[in-house]
């Protein structure tokens, strides 16, 4: 998804039950091992400005305000938040950041 | 905040969230690109172009969120052409760029979307599996696919013409074979013959070898096999070895033949067979050899490794630095 004029400009949603342990570095513990509800990965991919703003912020912000721009998405009058909503267990929050890798390949038709 | 689903934004189908008719009128935009004429002396950014489209400032929005995020950049540092300058005077930089660095200068978004409009618009995904894929591909071949066909032997002692041969003592004819047969199943014996055999004609650009010689190349690939290393450690092994003795300029055609019991290297010329042979002088310390491994039967090189062979090399005292120490370690005495 697309969010314009937004901390996260873009989100790519996994259903991840099954590809969690693909997509998932190994050194990463998930906090609630074997989730019984269903898994979900959404990837924010934010560069150029969007990236610059987060150079100087924590991981825990980052994620932060990454959940809250999903609370504005999809959140409603009933379940405003995703973190207090009960529906939802958050597993883990990674910021990655590609500032100093050399290459980056992406697939520029695939994404748009 | 202006939310659109990728779909969406694609084809300008739904105002999606606010989105309005500045999501399509913006996706029309960029659709269009691949269709601009080059002009090289127009300076035009991304945003620029968009806003003499009339696109409005929800649309550019998506754009710059959708479009330019993805090209790791924004619409106002996307060029629209780039100069002519640079792309004749510089290789191109590459296609995309992080926000640190200059976006790419030479290769406008309008080139970009040139490079990608051969595709048609939109993204495909296979009903079923890739087996769709290979089906396809194998209805065009001739014969068809077989499988469950083992391949016991490999001749391709006539030019142009391999032979297969089957463990039923069938035969099958082609103009070339791709092995794929792992290392590990040719050490098991599974292709009792000729099992492996590489062409390279090898003009030192390709097959990823350019700042070294074929010859190195070449060793690099009996290391890299022997041992397990990656190609590009063996290359740089064997260029630390072999010092600069090579002649680095050099275009040879070089067939290397693997056999399960043999191990066969020709080439048609030799530019520097002295400095190679400098090069695999018993410096390496090698000083006996183990007789049950690979036959080395070189036309132009068991000359070199002649000598060496005659005198008795181990195994033993070769350093795991030393890699080509270590294949010539693997070398039974002829």
New interface residues.
């Given amino acids: 998804m697309v969010c314009s004029n937004s901390f996260i400009p873009e989100f790519w949603f996994e259903d991840a039950e099954t590809k969690t342990g693909a997509l998932m570095p190994e050194s990463v513990v998930l906090e609630h091992p074997a989730p019984k509800k269903p898994t979900y990965l959404a990837t924010g991919f934010a560069c150029a400005r969007a990236a610059e703003l987060m150079a100087s912020m924590s991981k825990e912000e980052i994620v932060a305000r990454t959940l809250a721009q999903l609370d504005e998405m999809f959140g409603n009058k009933q379940y405003t938040t995703l973190l207090r909503d009960n529906r939802y267990d958050l597993n883990c929050g990674l910021v990655r950041s590609f500032a100093r890798s050399s290459i980056i390949v992406v697939s520029h038709q695939s994404c748009r | 905040?202006?939310?659109?689903?990728?779909d969406q934004?694609?084809t300008g189908s739904s105002g999606g969230g606010g989105g309005g008719g500045g999501g399509g009128s913006a996706n029309n935009a960029v659709w269009s690109l691949w269709k601009e004429e080059i002009n090289y002396n127009d300076p035009r950014t991304l945003e620029q172009y968009l806003l003499d489209k009339g696109v409005s400032d929800?649309g550019r929005?998506?754009i710059?969120?959708?479009?330019?995020?993805?090209?790791?950049?924004?619409s106002d540092?996307l060029p629209l052409y780039g100069t002519l300058t640079l792309a004749l005077r510089a290789p191109p930089p590459?296609?995309?760029s992080?926000?640190?660095c200059s976006p790419p200068s030479s290769q406008g978004v309008v080139r970009?979307e040139q490079a990608?409009s051969g595709?048609g618009g939109g993204?495909y995904r296979l009903d079923d599996s890739m087996a769709a894929v290979i089906n396809n591909m194998a209805s065009k071949v001739n014969g068809g696919v077989r499988v469950g066909w083992p391949v016991v032997s490999v001749d391709y002692s006539r030019p142009g013409v391999v032979t297969l041969t089957n463990e039923k003592g069938e035969t099958l004819q082609a103009s070339s074979v791709v092995s794929t047969v792992p290392v590990a199943v040719l050490k098991r014996g599974a292709l009792l013959s000729l099992s492996l055999c590489v062409s390279y004609r090898c003009d030192t650009s390709r097959v990823g070898c350019s700042r070294y010689s074929t010859e190195q190349a070449l060793l690099a690939v009996l290391v890299c096999d022997a041992l397990s290393l990656s190609l590009s450690r063996a290359m740089q092994a064997i260029s630390r070895s072999t010092r600069h003795c090579l002649d680095r300029t050099r275009t040879l055609s070089i067939r290397l033949v693997r056999d399960y019991n043999k191990l066969s290297l020709l080439h048609s010329s030799c530019h520097d067979r002295r400095s190679l042979a400098n090069s695999l002088t018993p410096r390496n310390n090698l000083t006996s050899l183990h007789h049950d491994r690979h036959v080395f039967v070189c036309q132009d090189l068991s000359r070199i490794l002649a000598p060496l062979l005659a005198r008795g090399v181990a195994r033993s005292t070769c350093a795991a630095s030393e890699p080509l120490a270590c294949l010539l370690g693997c070398l039974p005495a002829c």
């Fill in positions: 905040m202006c939310v659109l689903a990728l934004l694609l929800e929005a998506l710059e969120a959708g479009y330019s995020n993805t090209l790791c950049s924004t540092r590459p296609l995309l992080c926000s640190r970009l990608w595709d993204d």
